[in-house]
């Protein structure tokens, strides 16, 4: 059962356009959710993560929207640069749960010159 | 801080043999998971460790098993290698200061024909 949706599967977005990413999740015990950024040959790098008390949170060019009514979370990049051309990954847990991340099925990202 | 480091990068395995992998935390964190990434399933948690304790597992079956040593390194063993196990592995440490974030190695690639 795939407890974390993430859409669009691939994104194509210019220099200095706005990208949007988007998670639903179905688990309401969720409580920690993460973006993770990766490159070929490379682990997932924590870009930016939110807690649901808060409906959003930036850091640099990187914004999360939380819609805990919804069950949605969304990452908005700013300013895209051809450099953020990579693959997300939006991502849930639950607090007595640990480690135990749950995954969406990604998003290509390529940011066009 | 060195980050979370996995060897070896490559391993290349034949069906039916089985295959250890390494993993080191960064320095201080106490707890470490593994992660299953492939292009058809995406990222799947394989268990958690903490204190050489196994404190959450996915829903793999008993070929894959791990362990956790004093000085918080881990391993995983993957038993009577099938060729759906053809897969990036990818390890995370997390501080046990009470904070989700979770920090990934480079990951093994392991290749089973």
């Known amino acids: 059962q795939q407890q974390v949706k993430q859409s669009p599967q691939s994104l194509i977005v210019q220099k200095g356009g706005i990208s949007i990413i988007n998670c639903a999740y179905e688990n309401t015990a969720f409580d920690y959710f993460p973006w993770y950024q990766q490159f070929p040959g490379k682990g997932p790098a924590l870009l930016i993560a939110?807690?649901?008390?808060?409906s959003e949170k930036k850091e640099g060019r990187f914004t999360i929207s939380f819609n805990k009514s919804a069950k949605q979370f969304s990452l908005h990049i700013m300013d895209s640069q051809p450099g953020d051309s990579a693959t997300y990954f939006c991502a849930a847990s639950r607090g007595n749960a640990g480690n135990m991340l749950t995954f969406g099925g990604g998003t290509r990202l390529m940011v066009k010159p | 801080k060195a980050g979370v480091t996995q060897t070896p990068r490559y391993l290349i395995k034949t069906r039916g043999q089985q295959v250890t992998l390494s993993c080191s935390p960064i320095?201080?964190?106490?707890?470490v998971s593994w992660y299953q990434q492939t292009p058809g399933q995406g990222l799947q948690f394989l268990f958690e460790y903490f204190s050489e304790t196994q404190r959450n597992k996915g829903n793999f079956p008993g070929r894959f098993s791990g362990r956790q040593f004093s000085n918080s390194r881990s391993e995983m063993n993957v038993s009577t290698l099938e060729l759906g196990d053809s897969a990036l592995y990818l390890c995370?440490?997390?501080?046990?200061?009470?904070?989700?974030?979770?920090?990934f190695g480079p990951g093994t690639r392991l290749t089973v024909l």
């Open positions: 939110i807690r649901p008390d808060v």
């Open positions: 995370a440490s997390r501080s046990s200061q009470g904070i989700n974030e979770q920090f």
């Open positions: 320095s201080g964190h106490r707890s």
